[in-house]
């Protein structure tokens, strides 16, 4: 009796109203609300909670402060976060962020999904830029355009590395 009590119980329970696939699109696991997706993304401050395990080796993860004493020239700026290979000679960077106004100190995240050229792989040793970019003459904001009073530190590191601390210390004079 109590064994029959106990099958009975364990097919109620496995019939009971679980959400289905079909109320839920996508695959497991995932937001199907990208735009809600990013904005989590910007709000962990460039982590991805769903990103795959298999590209952690593939990154760099840390923190980027600014150096006491230094302010931001105003509360129109954006943020670009660049990685070149130590030695790499000119050329576009292997990966770029650009993140929008937030406070300091923030994490930050440089995954094979920001490369700049698809096909290349984030590995290996590289600079980090941090630059604070003020807007140009139409109002955009162009991190090639090197303009007088943008704040920005770099920070020599191996892909892979999880604590990189980046300072914003110096000023484009």
């Known amino acids: ?42 709000v962990l401050g460039g982590f991805d909670p769903t990103a795959h395990q298999g590209e952690e080796e593939n990154s760099i993860r840390g923190v980027i402060k600014l150096k006491a004493g230094l302010k931001i020239p105003s509360e129109h700026y954006m943020i670009f976060i660049s990685a070149r290979p130590l030695g790499g000679g000119g050329g576009p960077p292997l990966a770029v962020l650009r993140l929008s106004p937030r406070k300091l100190p923030f994490r930050f995240a440089l995954t094979q999904a920001n490369v700049m050229l698809q096909g290349t792989e984030l590995s290996g040793f590289v600079e980090v830029t941090v630059r604070i970019v003020q807007p140009v003459e139409d109002g955009s904001y162009n991190p090639l355009a090197r303009q007088k009073g943008d704040l920005f530190g770099t920070k020599q590191v191996k892909v892979g590395a999880r604590n990189a601390e980046i300072e914003i210390s110096d000023v484009i004079k």
């Not at 289905?20 to 910007?42: H, I, L, M, V």
């Open 1 to 42: 009796m109590h064994k029959k009590l106990s099958c009975l119980i364990f097919f109620a329970l496995l019939s009971c109203d679980r959400p289905s696939r079909a109320r839920f699109p996508g695959p497991p696991g995932r937001t199907t609300d990208f735009a809600q997706a990013q904005k989590t993304k910007e």
